[in-house]
């Protein structure tokens, strides 16, 4: 702040925040009764109207600053004084909503009832917004700072005015619990206030991105990743004057933790953002959004976000994580960005690391059915078999020596049935793997993500294995599935008739503790079966979507085929 314009603002319990110099102009006076006020230095040619005119946009209130600082003569103003001018006769401006996902309200005055706050929607000073679980509000002020307000907070817009008709942008926030993060633009315009407070904190920045916290116990964190913040104590209206309050300057990468009394901690530089570089660029788990990292020394936590824009102002999900498994609902399929931040002991977020993120879970891949995971199959009557996905075109299925397939040996991209033949492939260890495929309007393939590999054998036949046996062990009464599962997760299986797509009446309903299932008891006929994922964090999918299986009788004819009935459905045991 230049001398000739300082800002005074309320003593009340906590501490202070305010980028860039830290002027001790804007410590409080015990003579000055509580609100906000601009301490302007009186120049020469200084009138109490001009000043009204400049200040307030309103030439004709320089009578409310006579009554307030007690001035004799309106048109001679001493040089060098000081002319306390109340923020609140400033002009009102208001904010924007930029973006909303979840259940967030907001409350224009103290008794109004909570309304729910949609995007474009304009927000008068004095609004309080709360941001509800899993929900998340970015907030556009008008000189084009955005206020990103997190899961589970409360914030009000206590001050929006203006400095005159076109001047600055007078803007004070009070965080009462929760998490806020605010990008405000470089601006040359010196006389522009930011400010964001907590029971324990005011900030007072430009040209800063940092971040502010307030935990359950009381503390309250402060981090810094462009510009500089100073982090002040604030004290109570009674305080003596003379007690020089707690401080702290935070450079780019630094940040602060203030306990709940107020005392200022030793800044400290950020935790490195953590390694995403083995994050899958697509992700297509069809029931849970599962991203792992690897642990960062130094960490006790994690936060993260997924977001559709990179400037994190359209947030979707938001959580904090004991390790770097991160999990949480799944998304539609689109383009996203990814932010993790490793927490440090202290409570303070280091540097996130961002990266773009792809979601393609449609259509979902087929199960594997036969052969089970690591598997033998003898050389010239090996199959693979996955099942059927309702609604697709088509199934590709793909053979290759290495669980990456760099070069598969066999890539059949348009198979009608979820059935490959391999009667060509020489004895050896394989893996393979399959995806569904919808056909577009103009005949092109739309294809979901492969499942994960599965590892299988071919060795060479027993000189006792007979071409009979073999289809026995292809048995159609008996039905295997298989999917990927991460540790500790269960699975929920449900059944139904392939004529009962919305599961109304549902043959069976089981939790699994393994990603595997085997029947031998169905009866002849077609089923549609779907899966939910139990996490260990308490998180549940939602059920996937369903597949088809066919289970047959087990009896064949004579060259050894399954006999079906005229209408194509498997002949019933008798």
């Known amino acids: 702040m230049s001398a000739r314009h300082a800002y005074r603002i309320p003593r009340t319990a906590g501490f202070v925040l305010a980028a860039g110099l830290f002027s001790a102009t804007a410590h409080a006076d015990p003579a000055v009764p509580q609100g906000d006020e601009i301490a302007h230095t009186v120049q020469e040619g200084d009138t109490l109207e001009g000043l009204a005119r400049a200040y307030l946009d309103a030439p004709r209130q320089w009578p409310l600053l006579q009554a307030r600082n007690k001035v004799a003569n309106p048109r001679r103003l001493q040089p060098g004084s000081v002319v306390w001018i109340p923020v609140r006769l400033q002009p009102a401006e208001s904010a924007t909503v930029a973006f909303v996902h979840g259940q967030v309200t907001a409350q224009a005055r103290p008794g109004d009832a909570p309304v729910p706050v949609t995007k474009g929607g304009k927000l008068d000073e004095g609004t309080a917004l709360h941001v509800g679980p899993d929900a998340f ?19 009000q817009l206590r001050q929006l005015r203006r400095r005159g008709r076109a001047g600055s942008l007078q803007s004070v926030l009070e965080m009462r619990s929760g998490a806020v993060e605010s990008t405000v633009p470089p601006n040359a315009e010196p006389f522009r206030r930011f400010e ?10 430009r040209g800063t991105r940092f971040n502010v916290a307030m935990t359950e116990s009381g503390q309250t964190t402060a981090s810094v990743l462009n510009g500089s913040v100073a982090v002040q104590q604030r004290q109570e209206e009674t305080a003596a004057a003379a007690q020089a309050p707690s401080t702290a300057l935070l450079a780019p990468g630094q940040g602060v ?20 570089s083995a994050v899958p660029a697509t992700l297509g788990d069809a029931g849970l959004l599962a991203i792992d990292v690897p642990t960062l020394p130094g960490a006790v936590r994690y936060e993260a976000q997924v977001a559709r824009d990179a400037d994190f102002t359209q947030v979707l ?29 202290a409570g303070i977020p280091g540097v996130p690391a961002v990266q773009p993120l792809a979601v393609k879970t449609r259509p979902v891949a087929p199960l594997h059915q036969h052969p089970a995971p690591g598997a033998i199959l003898a050389q010239g009557l090996g199959s693979l078999q996955c099942t059927q996905v309702p ?52 005949g092109q393939a739309d ?6 590999p599965q590892q299988f054998s071919v060795a060479e036949r027993p000189a006792t294995l007979t071409l009979q046996s073999l289809q026995a062990q292809d048995g ?36 699994l503790d393994a ?27 939602d059920f996937s979507p369903a597949r088809q299986i066919r289970v047959g009788s087990g009896i064949r004819s004579g060259a050894g085929l399954p006999v079906s009935t005229s209408s194509g459905q498997p002949l019933g045991r008798p």
């Not at 002020?141 to 997190?150: K, M, S, Y």
């Not at 964001?196 to 920045?205: G, K």
């Not at 294809?447 to 994960?452: D, K, L, R, S």
């Not at 085997?518 to 009866?523: D, F």
Request: glycine fraction near 8%.
């Open 257 to 276: 933790a203030v306990a709940a009394d107020g005392t200022v901690g030793t800044p400290r530089t950020l935790l490195p953002a953590p390694d995403t």
């Open 447 to 452: 294809q979901g993500p492969f499942a994960p």
């Open 476 to 511: 159609d009464a008996t039905v295997h599935l298989h999917w990927p599962g991460q540790p500790g997760q269960r699975f929920r299986l449900q059944l139904a008739a392939a004529t009962d797509p919305a599961f109304e009446k549902i043959t069976l309903d089981t939790v």
């Open 137 to 155: 509000v970015a907030v556009e002020l008008a000189d084009g700072t955005v206020v990103r307000v997190q899961a589970q907070s409360d914030l």
């Open 317 to 345: 999900r938001h959580g904090r994580f004991a390790d770097g498994r991160l999990r949480w609902q799944a998304l539609d399929d689109g383009r996203y960005y990814l932010s993790v931040r490793a927490v440090d002991d």
């Open 391 to 442: 609604g697709v075109r088509w199934y590709r299925v793909q053979v290759a020596s290495d669980a990456r397939f760099t070069q598969p040996l066999l890539d059949e991209q348009r198979l009608s049935d979820c059935r490959l033949a391999i009667p060509a492939l020489p004895v050896g260890s394989y893996f393979w793997r399959m995806a569904s495929l919808l056909e577009l309007p103009d």
């Open 196 to 205: 964001l407070r907590t029971p324990l904190a005011v900030t007072s920045v």
């Open 515 to 541: 990603p595997e299932w085997t029947a031998g008891n169905l009866a002849a006929g077609e089923y549609l079966v779907r899966i939910q994922v139990l996490d260990p964090t308490g998180l549940d999918s």
